[in-house]
């Protein structure tokens, strides 16, 4: 069974500060690939990154960064200097080899002005 | 064109009514999926369709009945629904469904259908 963990539920933080969300996967297949996806209020799931398994090189785009350890199952996502337009939720998925991503319950990140 | 276009956005229906929801995508993807997500959870996955063939059902009530006429077109025939199936249903679509170590690639959703049964 492969599951998604985001012990964060809800995050509020000042605009212009730091956040880093939190994610932590199980699954016992040796090939994966994370994700992270945002839904803002207008309801469309945005694609952000995508991670496999084999590549745990960290990643920076623009004020966002991921941080992938296998040794704790985990992919974290930070995003620096926030902004207002980051509020939304963000979920972290997991896909094995079959079809369907398993999403994590997802973080309410609110940045306030 | 890396959309996926739902429509209508919003929906109100009676238990008795029968509706369609539609799912439009050029990028020439072969799978499309619908997913329902209810107030504040994850989407959950209801079908998978590979190369215009269904081939997943998690176990839908019928009377949610998916339909895929082309490979560009994905619909979601709804009759006789609950309350209890409003929800924002999001369809989406990727190059193929993965096997094995096939590199991952990630679906592109749409904005989804705002349903509400009354």
């Known amino acids: 069974a492969q599951k998604v963990t985001q012990a964060q539920t809800e995050i509020s933080v000042v605009e212009k500060e730091d956040v880093t969300l939190d994610c932590v996967y199980e699954?016992?297949?040796?090939?994966?690939?994370l994700f992270w996806y945002k839904q803002p209020p207008s309801g469309e799931l945005v694609f952000l990154i995508r991670r496999n398994s084999f590549d745990e090189q960290n990643e920076i785009s623009g004020r966002y960064s991921w941080n992938f350890q296998k040794s704790t199952s985990s992919f974290n996502f930070t995003i620096t200097a926030s902004q207002v337009v980051d509020s939304a939720v963000y979920f972290c998925?997991?896909?094995?080899?079959?079809?369907?991503?398993?999403f994590g319950k997802g973080t309410k990140l609110s940045v306030i002005p | 064109d890396t959309e996926v276009t739902q429509t209508p956005k919003h929906l109100v229906m009676g238990m008795t009514n029968k509706k369609s929801l539609k799912c439009e995508q050029h990028?020439?993807?072969?799978?499309m999926y619908w997913y329902k997500q209810k107030a504040k959870k994850p989407p959950e996955l209801m079908f998978v369709y590979s190369y215009e063939k269904l081939s997943i059902n998690e176990s839908v009530p019928s009377r949610f009945s998916p339909e895929c006429p082309n490979s560009s077109l994905l619909n979601l025939h709804l009759h006789a629904l609950q309350p209890e199936d409003s929800a924002l249903y999001l369809c989406?679509?990727?190059?193929?469904?993965?096997?094995?170590?096939?590199?991952?690639?990630?679906?592109?959703f749409g904005q989804g259908t705002r349903l509400t049964v009354v």
């Open positions: 989406a679509s990727s190059p193929g469904i993965l096997r094995d170590r096939t590199p991952g690639r990630q679906a592109f």
């Open positions: 990028m020439g993807h072969r799978a």
């Open positions: 998925a997991l896909r094995t080899g079959s079809y369907q991503l398993t």
């Open positions: 699954t016992r297949d040796t090939t994966y690939y």
